[in-house]
T-cell receptor, first 114, second 117 residues
Framework: DAKTTQPNSMESNEEEPVHLPCNHS???????IHWYRQLPSQGPEYVIH???SNVNNRMASLAIAEDRKSSTLILHRATLRDAAVYYC???????????????FGKGTLLTVNP | DTGVSQDPRHKITKRGQNVTFRCDPI?????LYWYRQTLGQGPEFLTY????????KSRLLSDRFSAERPKGSFSTLEIQRTEQGDSAMYLC???????????????FGAGSRLTVL
């Protein structure tokens, strides 16, 4: 899987928006951009994914740069329950190689202050 | 549908003992994955099943580790002769579909935390 780069940690205040960046300069045209998060003492949880266009769901928004070499996960109003490690992962849509599995990096630890 | 279930949630054992973890995936999910996570690291892939067939094993899965999914439903991960370095969270995940798609998402269980004394 192509590699991603994320900041080790970020901090936010409750009820403020949070923008979590991810760089993926070696992304290929067939790679989906996935975001998962992991709350303390829990397994990872799917958040959102996209290919080229920006995406919105009930949890978050995903903004994808026009050249697709970076993306940003947006939490519109952070709550204390959003404190977690956020992982940005690329998945090849062609089904070749080892892309049937997710390859996790260290992610970004998000701290939300009350 | 109660999601992916893992049992036990916590296991403390002495070095040299055998331990077994069980994973019940979401019903009718064909693919099942095992991951291991140590403190401060992201989850690392261990092995993967398509129905009952184990299709890939990571180099992390030493000879002391064995995983099965006998009927294509639940899976077990056994660690023989545990070592302190085996202390970690063992995560199970599943996803549906016979055909791979880059849009497929994995649903993870809460994990089984192993402590080897």
């Amino acid at each position: 899987d192509a590699k991603t780069t994320q900041p080790n940690s970020m901090e936010s205040n409750e009820e403020e928006p949070v923008h979590l960046p991810c760089n993926h300069s070696t992304i290929s045209g067939t790679d989906y951009i996935h975001w998962y998060r992991q709350l303390p003492s829990q397994g990872p949880e799917y958040v959102i994914h996209g290919l080229t266009s920006n995406v919105n769901n009930r949890m978050a928004s995903l903004a994808i740069a026009e050249d697709r070499k970076s993306s940003t996960l947006i939490l519109h109003r952070a709550t204390l329950r959003d404190a977690a490690v956020y992982y940005c992962i690329l998945r090849d849509s062609t089904g070749g190689g080892s892309n049937y599995k997710l390859t996790f990096g260290k992610g970004t630890l998000l701290t939300v202050n009350p | 549908d109660t999601g992916v279930s893992q049992d036990p949630r916590h296991k403390i054992t002495k070095r040299g003992q055998n331990v077994t973890f069980r994973c019940d995936p979401i019903s009718e999910h064909n693919r099942l994955y095992w991951y291991r996570q140590t403190l401060g690291q992201g989850p690392e892939f261990l092995t993967y099943f398509q129905n009952e067939a184990q299709l890939e094993k990571s180099r992390l899965l030493s000879d002391r580790f064995s995983a099965e999914r006998p009927k294509g439903s639940f899976s077990t991960l056994e660690i023989q002769r545990t070592e302190q370095g085996d202390s970690a969270m063992y995560l199970c995940a599943s996803n549906p579909g016979q055909q791979f798609s880059g849009a497929n998402v994995l649903t993870f269980g809460a994990g089984s935390r192993l402590t080897v004394l």
